[in-house]
Every structure is written in structure tokens, then in C-alpha cells.
């Protein structure tokens, strides 16, 4: 009786596990749009006993995904790079275009023209104007206009710098926000997956949900996944848990990237930096770091610009700071030693002046004004060394600084102007060598993916070969089962 009973279950086994091998492929052609599924494969393997003669059939042993562990860690390594270089290059595109909305422009209909440049032209030419006629009041007042504008556009300028380490700052929040989440994400699928083979289940698309998490987050930072063996990951920040089993480790962001307030990211449970090494998150960390924006005292005159060093926002923003500092300090040195028409003593009197409460900080970017009595009274400007009227000695002079090289860029004397260009053009060599590493970095990403996708992605064509195969060996199997039930039913005939 045992006899006959196997020689059903040998149809029976084929008929099985070709059911199951056309469900699956069934699974697999419903999801051939689906991204981040994995094909899936029946393993089968025959059944052998000890005691029969002929084989036993078949059994399914595994349903598993086609997955390459080692290009899904090139594939995310290899992305957190993209995304470094992405959000570099968004950052110094936005710069760059800051800069262009300041630079120097011109109309076929008006001589009026904006930017940097063209300001501190003004600026000097109108110092060489007033030399002309110490006098005059309009002369006067147009030093005083052309010294505001040149300190407000500065100004501006900075501040919309500023402005972008600060929404780089708000980046690195919601970055971090994000990569939290998603760790709290994989820990509950981890914590799904154990229990559904703990059972004998296949967790296959707990699986692929949880891999296109993890590919999420590797455009954040850098990170490495291990499988244990009760199916769960653990993912890595160097070289500490980000999530392990079913538990995660809390990222948490201070600062606002300010000298005074340093942005920083670490880990709760004990307070240490996160090291990243790369990712979106490491580039939002350097360019909101404006600690490069310091104030620069006069001793330390002349700045050198070394755009080897010069590597985030806060460089550039202090490259334009030492500008009109340097500008600052010359004329004041010349103005302080003048003698205003009137005959009064003017020395230790002061064009530029520090602003803000806290006089004793020294000039910078952010705080340098015009002296408000000078603003007040505009007779009152130092331009005479001997308080003559025919004498434009100091203002002559403040005018000749237009030329002289009162700063240095990769240690190579500058005048203002020059310096300016030497600063613009390093953003631009900057940002087109990153689109170039961006450029390569695409491609390798592509590579990998595509190496990936050829391991995973469900081909329709390779999917309905099986199928047919599959159908073939099912109908096979029915026949064959047909028969047995009919040789049977003969038997019985016979013995009744």
C-alpha cells in the first residue's frame, strides 16, 4: 500500500512544486515595473528514502531573491559619493549665481552698471574727483554715496552667503531627521523579517522594502550593512550601529554653523561626532561651517587668498570679508592723518568705523559703516594734508589704492580689483571641477546600478521561457498522475 501511495505522491510532488514555481514566476512578471523588487527563484531539490527503488519526487526547498550582497554595498558606497558631489555642486552653483547677480552689467540704453567691481571703480574715482576741488559739495557727497554703496553691496553680498551656510544648516536638520526615520524604518522590518523565517515564512519583499531603504539611505551617508544570521542587518556609521536587530541609535543635530554656535551631529546615547565619510550630510556640514569668517585686525594685513585651503561657503565669504577690510584700514590710514578745510585738527579721525556695539572687535564684513559724523557733514572730510583748499594730497592718495596691491592671492600681490577677479575665478574653476567629479561619479553609480539590476530585475522574456517550461513539466506531471488513477482504478475492477 506504501507502494502505491508513493507512486501517487510522485505525480503529486511534480505537481506541487511546478505550481509553486509558476506562482512565483506569476509574482515575479506582477512586479517587472516595481522598483526595488528582486526576482525570485524556486530551489527544489528531490526526495530520496532508503527504502525505494525509484525516486520519491520533488520538494521546494527555498523560494529566495537573486541578490548580490557585495554590489549593493559598491552600489550605496558609490552613491553616497553622488550625493556628496551633488549637494557640493548645488551649493556652488547657488554662490556662483550669487555672485553673477552682483557682477558687472551694462545696458545699450544706460551707463548704469552694478557689481562689485564697478563699485569700488566708483568709489576710488570718486575720491579722485573730490581732489579736483576739495570744496565742492557735490564732490563730497559723492564720496560719501559711492562709500555706502560699496559697503552695502559687500554687505549684501555677505549676507546672502551667509544666508546659504544657514539653509545648508537647515539641510543638515531635516537630513538628519530623515536618516533617523529611516533606521526606525529597517529596525521594524528587521524585527518583521526575524519572525517571518523564525516561522519558516519567506520574508523576500520585507526583504526588498528594507534594501531600498537602506539604498535611500546611503545617498545620506556612508554606511556599512551586514546580514546576521537570524536575517536582520546592522547598519554602520564608522564603524558604530546606526540600527542593529530591532534597535537604533539616535543622530541628533546642535548648532547653527556660526563660530559662536558650531553645527555639529552626534550620537545620543553617548554624546561622540558622528564620523561621516561622505553622503549629502557631510557636504551640508562643511558648507554651513562659517568659522573661515573671522574678523581680521590690521596686523594681519595682506590677506592671502589660497584657494588650496579655500574649500567651503565660509572661505569665499572670508576672502570677501579681507576685501573691503583691507579697502577699510588703507584709507583710514591715509584719512586718519588729514586735515579738513576748515582748519580743524582731524587727526585720529576715522572714514570707516565699526558699527556695531562692541567697538573694540575691529572691522569686518558684517559690521564696517561710514563714520556717522562725516555722513552728518560732509565738510567735515580729512582730504587736505595742510588744510588747503589747492591741497588734495590725502584724497589723491585714498584714489591711488585702486592700483596698489594691498592684497594677495595664492601668494601673488593683487590690487583690489585683481584680488576680487582671482576670488570669482576660483569659485568657478571650484564648482566646474566638481560638476566634472559629479559627472564621473553619475556614471559609476549607473555602472553599478546596471551590474545590480542584471543580478535582480525581472526579465519578461526569461520569466514566460519558465513559465512555459514550468506548465510543460505541471501538465507532465498531471498526466502521469492521470494514469496512475487509471491503472488503479483497472486493479479494483479486477479484484471485485
Known amino acids: 500500500m506504501s507502494s502505491m501511495i508513493g507512486t501517487y505522491y510522485l505525480g503529486y510532488s511534480g505537481m506541487s512544486v511546478n505550481q509553486t514555481a509558476l506562482a512565483t514566476i506569476s509574482h515575479n512578471l506582477a512586479n517587472v515595473n516595481t522598483t526595488g523588487y528582486s526576482r525570485q527563484r524556486v530551489n527544489t531539490s528531490e526526495l530520496v528514502t532508503s527504502d525505494s527503488v525509484v525516486g520519491s519526487g520533488t520538494t521546494v526547498e527555498s523560494v529566495t531573491r537573486l541578490r548580490s550582497s557585495m554590489l549593493d554595498q559598491t552600489y550605496r558606497t558609490e552613491n553616497a559619493d553622488l550625493s556628496y558631489y551633488e549637494a557640493k555642486d548645488e551649493t556652488l552653483t547657488a554662490a556662483e549665481e550669487l555672485l553673477g547677480d552682483f557682477s558687472t552689467s551694462t545696458s545699450d540704453d544706460s551707463a548704469e552698471a552694478t557689481g562689485v567691481q564697478l563699485v569700488m571703480e566708483n568709489f576710488f574715482d570718486s575720491w579722485e574727483e573730490l581732489a579736483k576741488d576739495l570744496s565742492s559739495t557735490s564732490a563730497q557727497n559723492t564720496v560719501l554715496e559711492a562709500s555706502t554703496s560699496l559697503v552695502d553691496l559687500l554687505s549684501e553680498l555677505d549676507s546672502q552667503l551667509q544666508q546659504l551656510q544657514e539653509e545648508c544648516a537647515d539641510k543638515v536638520y531635516e537630513s538628519v531627521d530623515a536618516l533617523n526615520e529611516l533606521a526606525t524604518q529597517v529596525a521594524k522590518l528587521n524585527e518583521q523579517i526575524r519572525m517571518a523565517e523564525t516561522k519558516g515564512y519567506t520574508a523576500n519583499d520585507l526583504e526588498d522594502q528594507r534594501d531600498a531603504l537602506v539604498d535611500e539611505m546611503s545617498s545620506l551617508t556612508d554606511l556599512t550593512v551586514n546580514v546576521q544570521t537570524d536575517g536582520t542587518y546592522e547598519v554602520l556609521i564608522g564603524g558604530v550601529y546606526l540600527v542593529r536587530g530591532t534597535q537604533t541609535h539616535t543622530l541628533v ?76 584700514y588703507s584709507v583710514n590710514d591715509l584719512f586718519s592723518s588729514g586735515t579738513p578745510l576748515d582748519g580743524t585738527t582731524a587727526s585720529g579721525v576715522l572714514f570707516f568705523v565699526n558699527g556695531d556695539t562692541d567697538t573694540e572687535a575691529g572691522l569686518s564684513i558684517g559690521n564696517i559703516q561710514i563714520n556717522t559724523a562725516l555722513a552728518a557733514d560732509s565738510s567735515l572730510l580729512a582730504v587736505s ?17 585702486a592700483s596698489s596691491e594691498l592684497l594677495a592671492a595664492d ?65 507532465a506531471s498531471a498526466k502521469y498522475l492521470s494514469l496512475v488513477d487509471g491503472l488503479v482504478s483497472d486493479i479494483i475492477s479486477l479484484i471485485k
Request: charged share 20%; hydrophobic share 35%.
Open 253 to 328: 543635530t546642535a548648532g547653527d554653523g556660526s563660530t559662536s554656535d558650531p553645527l555639529t551631529v552626534t550620537w545620543a546615547e553617548t554624546g561622540g561626532d558622528v564620523e561621516f565619510s561622505s553622503g549629502s550630510i557631510l557636504a551640508l556640514l562643511e558648507d554651513a561651517d562659517q568659522s573661515a569668517v573671522q574678523t581680521i585686525d590690521e596686523s594681519d594685513l595682506p590677506y592671502d587668498f589660497d584657494p588650496s585651503s579655500a574649500s567651503s561657503i565660509g572661505e569665499l565669504r572670508q576672502g570677501l570679508n579681507a576685501l573691503i577690510t583691507t579697502i577699510a
Open 385 to 401: 594734508a595742510t588744510g588747503e583748499a589747492s591741497d588734495g594730497g590725502i584724497a589723491t592718495s585714498i584714489a591711488e589704492l
Open 411 to 475: 601668494g601673488l600681490s593683487k590690487s583690489g580689483d585683481d584680488y576680487y577677479t582671482a576670488v570669482v575665478s576660483w569659485l568657478a574653476t571650484k564648482r566646474e571641477t566638481t560638476e566634472g567629479l559629479l559627472a564621473t561619479q553619475e556614471s559609476m553609480v549607473n555602472q553599478t546600478d546596471t551590474d545590480r539590476l542584471s543580478v535582480f530585475s525581472v526579465s519578461m522574456e526569461e520569466e514566460l521561457t519558465k513559465m512555459v517550461a514550468y506548465q510543460s513539466a505541471y501538465s
